[in-house]
């Protein structure tokens, strides 16, 4: 069964250090989303890609945080510097819609800590 | 601001209770998925729903989504170790393409 993968699983970095996230989506899911997900809440939209357009970065702090999907296959998340308040998890997911039904799949995340 | 609400927000029982969590929002919601998460690791879907007053029924997981697709509850029977996690309900609200998560629920199922 296709799965959306994502690299690190793990990253520990210092703060004011940058730090990337990849995700490479199901494959022909067109809609690709990044969330940050705070331990035991659910998890909080930082961006949303239509192919390789952003149609969504309301809640992305664009001050220190990019992203990008060049190709419009897989992505990536950048934070630049990171600080310590940036600690969480950070989920891809990708969705396809179907009869007019969107369903998101998950990949496994990454976990940043920030020292 | 839309709003997904889950109750309840912590649950701790016995293997072999039946449980219900609720999502509740003011909003209507086109579908709604439901996800159970465990620690380290992304959620995973659950299920679909769509129509108003729809009931799925995965083995000893029970879904319902309300007549007025505002609401949707997760009755689970015979509860196991194997089911603890946290279990959230999200979905786009009607109209828009935005996805947003409840609250969450954190089950853990006691042998």
């Known amino acids: 069964e296709a799965e959306v993968a994502q690299s690190p699983r793990y990253k520990i970095t210092e703060k004011s250090q940058a730090v990337a996230f990849w995700c490479d989506p199901i494959?022909?899911?067109?809609?690709l989303y990044w969330y940050r997900q705070i331990l035991g809440q659910g998890p909080e939209l930082l961006v949303q890609f239509q192919d390789e357009s952003v149609v969504d970065d309301s809640q992305l702090p664009k001050d220190r945080f990019s992203a990008e999907r060049l190709k419009g296959v897989d992505s990536t998340l950048k934070i630049q510097p990171a600080e310590l308040g940036d600690s969480a998890m950070y989920l891809c997911?990708?969705?396809?819609?179907?009869?007019?039904?969107?369903?998101?799949?998950f990949g496994p995340g990454t976990r940043l800590t920030v020292l | 601001t839309q709003l997904l609400e889950q109750s309840p927000q912590f649950l701790s029982i016995q293997e072999g209770e039946n449980l219900t969590v609720y999502c509740n929002s003011s909003?209507?919601?086109?579908?709604l998925q439901w996800y159970r998460q465990e620690p380290g690791e992304g959620p995973v879907l659950l299920v679909t729903?769509?129509?108003?007053?729809e009931v799925k029924k995965l083995k000893r997981l029970t879904f319902q989504f309300g007549d007025a697709r505002k609401d949707s509850s997760l009755h689970i029977t015979a509860a196991q170790p194997g089911d603890t996690g946290l279990y959230l309900c999200?979905?786009?609200?009607?109209?828009?393409?935005?996805?947003?998560f409840g609250t969450g629920t954190r089950l853990k199922v006691l042998a």
């Open positions: 494959s022909g899911h067109a809609t």
């Open positions: 999200a979905g786009p609200t009607s109209g828009t393409y935005k996805y947003i």
């Open positions: 729903v769509v129509t108003g007053g």
């Open positions: 909003s209507v919601f086109s579908s």
């Open positions: 997911a990708s969705s396809l819609r179907l009869a007019g039904v969107d369903t998101q799949y």
